[in-house]
């Protein structure tokens, strides 16, 4: 039997389980936390011999307060904004072409990424999203979700294909869950 076999057989939608095993988790943090002290040209905290919670902790600290600085630069930030959502399209698009995930339904691995950050995606990609919970709510305000949205459109377009990311709603503002509406590039909602 071949790897990717074993892969399909233990998979749901195409994504792989291991996808949400704990070194899995770790490793997705770590890769998020180097891409986005990259993609903002900062240090990147130390995140040896971190447990999963406390890589998720430590990027929610330093991904809250480096977007702080951000937002503080001449164009409000919007230079970096752009770099994380070209590093964070580029690695989803990395993502779709592991062997293991070429066939994964979209929506079902994104929304397995998301839960590895403690983040309830419901809905489809293309179409509409809810997130909810969201353990970013806590540490973050409405301008600094917002600009995260880079990132949740970076990842989504790499791994559905180039697109647009809409909120109606957020949590950092108030309301019981993010509602938004991704729509592929060229479609209208």
Do not use: W
């Not at 990027?59 to 977007?67: K, M, P």
């Not at 339904?105 to 509409?128: K, V």
């Not at 709603?169 to 108030?174: E, N, V």
């Amino acid at each position: 039997m071949t790897n990717n076999a074993t892969y399909q057989r233990k998979s749901h939608n195409g994504v792989p389980a291991f996808i949400e095993g704990e070194s899995f988790r770790k490793m997705q943090l770590r890769i998020m936390i180097r891409l986005f002290a990259r993609a903002l040209e900062v240090e990147a905290p130390s995140v040896k011999r971190m447990s999963a919670d406390d890589l998720l902790y430590t990027f929610a600290q330093f991904s809250a307060t480096e977007i702080a600085v951000a937002l503080s630069d001449e164009d409000g930030g919007a230079r970096k904004a752009n770099r994380l959502y070209e590093k964070a399209m580029a690695l989803g698009k990395k993502l779709r072409l592991l062997p293991p995930l070429r066939n994964a339904d979209p929506f079902a691995l994104t929304s397995a990424l998301y839960r590895n950050i403690d983040i309830g995606l419901h809905g489809c990609l293309p179409g509409d999203l809810t997130m909810c919970p969201c353990y970013f709510s806590s540490y973050y305000t409405p301008r600094i979700c917002q600009f995260m949205k880079a990132f949740d459109t970076g990842i989504m377009s790499g791994i559905a294909g180039k697109g647009n990311l809409e909120f109606t709603d957020r949590i950092s503002q108030g309301a019981p869950a993010c509602h938004a509406h991704f729509a592929l590039e060229g479609e209208g909602k």
